[in-house]
């Protein structure tokens, strides 16, 4: 995600598909944008990280049940020799790097969906439990589950196909008609509750317009409404969730350490399972502050974890500039005048706005020392500690044993994944005692061995770690190494990203290769296998 750095300036003179979707702004001087003072819960919203909330528990026991029955259906499709007892738990994740990952992305979903793909992988994604994004991979989640998870093909013709393609370059300021219109007025409102707007604000918002399909670029979905949706409320879906990255910035940080803290953003639940904080407060009453788990005068919050403002979250990366201004001069003009614009007439740009920020609820409880003085956690891209695909939540989550991991990563000049940020990961949780994390090699090996161009599957032979099925970013029908500062996109190429999305998921159509994924995923039961199989494992597995 770094090179997304290069298109912030870009981004805030960009016209957005926005005047269709406009409302009267009559009516909305108490803007839904706004968080709201709510009675706070019987028992506090915070407790220590200890497992899965029973909430989060309760919907995965429940979906998965759906998920082994759509599993067993597959594998028998494909092989039916295959084993449909005794099945794992299976998750998927989509890396960051911008609208790249998220068209991707979504060909990788399409090729895995039975309703829209037509692979011998199609089926699998009914099979998932879990489903994690993280910038461009978050944008694609938050539109899947916002939109109450469609199809790919429905969301690329009814909303993408249009957005990306008037996300046009304007010099001449359309962006602050729009501003002037909706935005500004859903900005004052959150100041107007008390809760000052930073960046991601407008970046959020103006990110939810080509995104979400509800009035006024979705500015009532919120992270926890998503447990309303009715393929959520049936279990029909995998459960998604977001990351984003901690910076301390009260003790001068700009961006984060290397094994920066790891946020998650999810329906039920915000917070994180690092050591320094261990703790999580539930969705639904995020922006309320508490000390030691107790909400600060008996108020709590809610409406704060809008549905764009987490997405803007996972993919902030304005603190980049703080390295070396803080004061975003650094910037274009565009970028200081026109996002400033939203935050108020003369506002003076501080480091503060360059962060999501989120009043801590955290503040004083135990364990969680490495924010317990804070007042406010600043959070940046998901990507940022060079991590940039969200495994880290399944490295807490034990019951989940297999992970599909599209990584659309720029690491190479040509804007393609050389499995670096796996090799990242792997390096941090082994240093944190991570145990989970399956051995993953360097890049010059990842190069050398050329498992940076082709699916390979990590952590075939340890029955204690996740198995890692990698579905690397590689031109198949269309050069797909387009660079992130890449903001505006025809119809035919975003068809064209979408479809070379579809061969990364099926591995171009290789004849072999569904058989190879049950394989692998099977190999996890620790059950009699095919005889197949071993050939498989010999093209697959690393070590």
């Known amino acids: 995600m770094k090179s997304f750095v290069s298109s912030l300036a870009l981004f805030a003179a960009s016209t957005f598909a926005l005047p269709q979707q406009l409302s009267s702004l009559e009516g909305r001087a108490l803007s839904p944008y706004a968080p709201v003072t709510t009675p706070c819960p019987s028992n506090s919203p915070v407790r220590k990280a200890n497992d899965v909330s029973s909430a989060e528990s309760s919907y995965i026991q429940q979906r998965q049940t759906k998920a082994n029955a759509a599993l067993a259906a597959w594998l028998t499709k494909t092989d039916s020799t295959f084993p449909t007892t005794n099945l794992p738990i299976v998750g998927i994740t989509t890396s960051g790097g911008g609208y790249r990952s998220l068209l991707t992305g979504a060909g990788v979903l399409q090729a895995l969906d039975a309703r829209d793909g037509n692979t011998s992988l199609s089926g699998l994604y009914q099979g998932f439990t879990y489903q994690a994004g993280l910038s461009g991979g978050a944008w694609l989640l938050s539109s899947i589950s916002g939109n109450n998870w469609p199809t790919i093909t429905s969301l690329k013709t009814n909303l993408w196909e249009t957005a990306f393609e008037e996300s046009l370059f304007d010099p001449d300021g359309a962006l602050l008609a729009v501003a002037d219109a909706v935005i500004t007025n859903d900005i004052a409102a959150k100041s107007a509750a008390g809760f000052n707007p930073t960046l991601t604000d407008p970046y959020g918002r103006l990110l939810a317009y080509q995104l979400l399909s509800g009035n006024d670029g979705g500015v009532s979905d919120t992270l926890h409404g998503l447990t309303s949706n009715s393929n959520f409320t049936s279990q029909a879906v995998p459960y998604p969730i977001l990351t984003s990255i901690g910076v301390n910035t009260d003790v001068g940080q700009c961006t984060p350490s290397s094994n920066g803290t790891q946020y998650e953003l999810h329906p039920y639940e915000f917070g994180s399972w690092d050591s320094g904080v261990g703790a999580f407060i539930q ?261």
Request: glycine share 8%; with cysteine; aromatic share 10%.
């Open 283 to 543: 969705t639904q009453y995020l922006g309320t502050s508490a000390s030691n788990g107790s909400p600060v005068n008996g108020t709590c919050h809610t409406n704060y974890d809008n549905l764009g403002y987490a997405l803007g979250t996972s993919s902030n990366l304005f603190n980049e500039v703080c390295i070396s201004d803080p004061t975003l001069s650094g910037l274009s003009s565009n970028l200081t005048t026109e996002l400033t614009n939203f935050l108020g007439a003369g506002h003076q740009l501080v480091t503060r706005d360059e962060y999501a920020v989120y009043p801590n609820p955290f503040q004083n409880y135990p364990g969680a020392t490495s924010v317990s003085n804070q007042t406010e956690l600043s959070l940046v891209d998901g990507g940022e500690t060079d991590q940039n695909n969200p495994i880290w939540p399944f490295l807490h989550r034990p019951n989940v044993a297999v992970l599909f991991v599209n990584d659309n990563s720029a690491d190479t000049s040509d804007n393609y994944p050389n499995g670096s940020e796996l090799y990242n990961t792997y390096q941090i949780a082994k240093s944190d005692g991570l145990t989970r994390m399956p051995v993953i090699p360097p890049d010059t090996t990842f190069v050398s061995q050329g498992l940076n161009i082709r699916p390979t599957f990590f952590g075939c032979n340890t029955q204690n770690t996740l198995t890692l099925i990698y579905l690397p970013n590689h031109n198949y029908t269309y050069d797909s190494g387009v660079s992130t500062a890449k903001l505006q996109y025809s119809k035919t190429e975003t068809d064209a990203l979408i479809a070379n999305g579809v061969a990364v998921g099926s591995y171009n159509g290789n004849g072999t290769f569904a058989e190879c994924v049950g394989c692998a995923i099977l190999k996890k039961t620790g059950g009699t296998l095919p005889s197949k199989c071993q050939s498989c494992f010999s093209s697959y597995c690393y070590n």
